[in-house]
């Protein structure tokens, strides 16, 4: 090759690398344009992963002598095993028209009901949205995992297996932070996918990408493991920041599908793809069955996800904190700050410190660190190696939940209002000249209070009429109006920081 021709190869290289760093990150293969999140800023760890091959007691698969470095001669051992445990996934969507629901003045104050100014009630529907996604059968019984994005909001889900069978599916639960959702078939001897390990994946192994893309049933697309632990695909109140990256071809239709190793096994559930229009651009995203497997474990057996925090602030190794805390080591998370009730800084763990390896599995950076902490739940131990300006320490941390405790959280209605609470502090009480109440402490875009304009900082004074002071006030009140009361609504007094006081009216149903 002239010299000429490799100096325009250079040329077109660097050319291709800058347009590539312009493109836009989309989630769900829908076009919504996703954030781009630094990698030196995160939020108090948490997750929630296991690598639970036997949690649904699935056959052991024979396992073929495979080297992930050498290429397969073809992929059709592996597309057999895997395509009959992916479905096609339909759902429909009615949306209320406005989001808000009016509610009449006089109904609010009177507790009247009322039609308002429109005589709908105040609720408006619009046509059925449909929308098209991928599943991956995990039990013969008829468990099946897919993408939240998939299922949220739907009216109705359908399921159609590869050997076109179709039935009604019921929603299990779902984890808008991991993106992952549980739901279920009436069926009985199905092919599930057995579930292989995505933590012995290696950059360049083979991998298979099987879902339904542009609603073509039963699509199979080869490709290698492109990087792992991506931590800038955060979008929304999507927490996880390990995925693996692919360029296996994913397109609209492809979320919640399989993506699986040279032997068929799963090793992700296929989520995002990176590109300018919506459609593949050589770069998917996967969430990594440690994590998936673990979410559905905790769904199946306790309706919400179990998730352990250490209940740090941390940060990737920058040359900046090198400076400020005498770093010694290149890689590794950065304990820049603690939660309240921190279970990492109650072992002895130190601001500037590096946490390198949790259990013995090395930590790169953050994104390493929030998939090792997710394979536990609160109540379990796991020992952290730290470095402290140089010197090798280790710590034994018991991981708690959010609350601060380790007790297993049970879903309840409660978990529809989309929000976390915690009583008023005295400081704040008295500058707002209020005796108690409780505060937002933060809000889920999923959930009832985003959709009636609730914030994070808003302080509930009353509901329905009746104080509430603790969280378990929230709680009891909304348990009371699912079951026994006739119209589903929550009537809300409450004050924002500023001062502002606010009625607002949440919708249930």
């Excluded at 239709?253 to 096994?265: H, I, K, T």
């Excluded at 707002?432 to 959709?451: A, C, Q």
């Amino acid at each position: 090759m002239n010299k000429s021709v490799k100096i325009g190869l250079l040329a077109l290289g660097c050319s291709l690398i800058g347009a590539a760093s312009g493109v836009a990150i989309y989630t769900g293969f829908d076009g919504k344009q996703a954030k781009v999140s630094s990698q030196t800023e995160t939020t108090e760890l948490s997750g929630n992963i296991a690598v639970a091959a036997d949690v649904f007691k699935q056959p052991k698969m024979t396992q073929a002598v495979y080297s992930p470095t050498s290429v397969p001669e073809n992929f059709v051992e592996a597309a057999e095993r895997s395509i009959n445990g992916v479905v096609n996934i339909r759902t429909e969507t009615v949306a209320k028209q406005p989001s808000r629901r009016y509610i009449d003045p006089f109904e609010f104050f009177f507790g009247i009901p009322g039609d308002g100014p429109r005589g709908d009630g105040g609720r408006a529907e619009s046509p059925v949205k449909i929308g098209i996604g991928s599943g991956v059968i995990i039990s013969t019984d008829g468990f099946i995992i897919t993408n939240n994005h998939v299922i949220s909001g739907a009216t109705r889900i359908t399921v159609t297996t590869n050997t076109n069978e179709t039935f009604e599916a019921t929603l299990v639960g779902t984890d808008p932070e991991t993106d992952i959702a549980l739901i279920k078939i009436e069926a009985s001897g199905l092919s599930p996918i057995p579930f292989g390990d995505s933590e012995s994946l290696r950059v360049g192994e083979w991998v298979l990408a099987v879902g339904n893309p542009f609603n073509l049933s039963s699509t199979v697309t080869a490709g290698i493991v492109s990087a792992k632990g991506r931590s800038t695909m955060q979008q929304g109140d999507l927490k996880i920041a390990s995925f693996i990256q692919t360029d296996a071809a994913v397109n609209p239709g492809n979320s919640g599908g399989a993506l699986v190793n040279a032997r068929g096994e799963l090793v992700g559930i296929n989520t995002m793809i990176y590109s300018r229009d919506g459609s593949f651009s050589g770069y998917s995203f996967a969430v990594p069955v440690s994590i998936a497997s673990k979410v559905v474990a905790d769904i199946k057996q306790y309706g919400t996800v179990q998730r352990a925090v250490l209940g740090i602030v941390g940060t990737n190794v920058i040359e900046e904190l090198k400076k400020e805390h005498n770093l010694k080591v290149t890689q590794g998370a950065v304990v820049v700050d603690f939660g309240e009730n921190s279970s990492a800084k109650a072992a002895g763990i130190k601001e500037g410190d590096v946490i390198t390896a949790v259990n013995g599995i090395h930590t790169k950076g953050m994104a390493e660190l929030q998939e090792q902490i997710s394979k536990y739940r609160p109540g379990d131990h796991v020992t952290l190696s730290v470095n402290r300006q140089g010197e090798e320490l280790s710590f034994k941390v018991e991981l708690k939940n959010r609350e601060g405790n380790t007790d297993i959280i049970e879903r309840s209605s409660v978990a529809s209002l989309g929000a976390a609470f915690k009583p008023i502090d005295e400081e704040t009480a008295t500058r707002l000249g209020i005796s108690s109440g409780v505060v937002v402490v933060g809000v889920d875009k999923e959930g009832k209070f985003h959709e009636s304009g609730i914030n994070k900082g808003f302080v509930i004074l009353a509901i329905n009429n009746t104080r509430v002071r603790t969280g378990d006030d929230v709680e009891r009140i909304v348990e009371g109006v699912v079951n026994h009361a006739a119209d589903k609504v929550l009537f809300i007094k409450g004050i924002y920081p500023n001062g502002r006081v606010r009625y607002v009216a949440v919708d249930l149903t």
